[in-house]
């Protein structure tokens, strides 16, 4: 599976967007770009996942850019139940199990 | 529906002893995956069961093993506990390989502490 970056840490007004970015310049053709969060001591939840198209859900949209080296995932209106880490991976879609996490963003949204 | 359960939530064990940690796939779901994840650090795999068979593992020493049973369910052991192995531990669901049903839920998690 594909490596990717992410900074660090970010912060955000309460009620602005977020926009948390990823690199994954080695993703192989196949392979899906996926984001979780985790809040503080829970298990990883799903946000949402994408080829090369961008997706939105009730949750959050997700922007790839063309050479689908990078994406972008965006929270439209922030609010203080989104801090938490985000995770960006990248993996073949019929390989769930192997997950390869580094160690995300850690968004702060702010009041 | 329930979601991922695990069980214990916490739990402390001395060096050199043993620990047998449960998971419950979601409902629907049949391939169980379990992580460990460091304070501060994202989680990683440690290997994954399909068929009550291991088909996938990562980087972890054979003191971690498991098991899947015909209900899907899956218990994590692991041997010899070192300090290291200090971690929270997680468990992941998804559909078969087979399946397109692969986006992994996870579970709330077991903290082990190894005093």
């Known amino acids: 599976d594909a490596k990717t970056t992410q900074p660090t840490s970010m912060d955000c007004a309460e009620g602005r967007a977020a926009n948390l970015p990823c690199n994954h310049s080695t993703i192989s053709g196949n392979e899906y770009v996926y984001w979780y969060r985790q809040i503080h001591s829970q298990g990883p939840q799903y946000i949402i996942h994408?080829?090369?198209n961008n997706e939105t859900n009730e949750m959050a949209s997700l922007i790839i850019t063309e050479d689908r080296k990078s994406s972008t995932l965006i929270l439209p209106h922030a609010t203080l139940r989104d801090t938490a880490v985000y995770y960006c991976i990248v993996r073949v879609r019929t390989n769930a199990g192997k997950s390869t996490f580094g160690d995300g963003t850690t968004l702060t949204v702010k009041p | 529906d329930a979601g991922v359960t695990q069980s214990p939530t916490h739990l402390i064990k001395t060096r050199g002893q043993q620990v047998t940690l449960r998971c419950s796939p979601k409902?629907?779901?049949?391939?169980v995956s379990w992580y460990q994840q460091a304070l501060g650090q994202g989680p990683q795999f440690i290997f994954q069961y399909y068929e009550e068979e291991e088909r996938q593992r990562g980087n972890f020493p054979d003191r971690f093993s498991g098991h899947q049973f015909p209900n899907y369910s899956s218990e994590l052991n692991v041997n010899a506990l070192l300090l290291g192995d200090s971690a929270l531990y997680l468990c992941?669901?998804?559909?078969?390989?087979?399946?397109?049903?692969?986006?992994?839920?996870f579970g709330p998690g077991t903290r082990l502490t190894v005093t």
């Open positions: 409902s629907g779901h049949d391939t």
């Open positions: 992941a669901s998804s559909g078969g390989p087979r399946t397109f049903l692969n986006e992994q839920y």
């Open positions: 994408g080829l090369k």
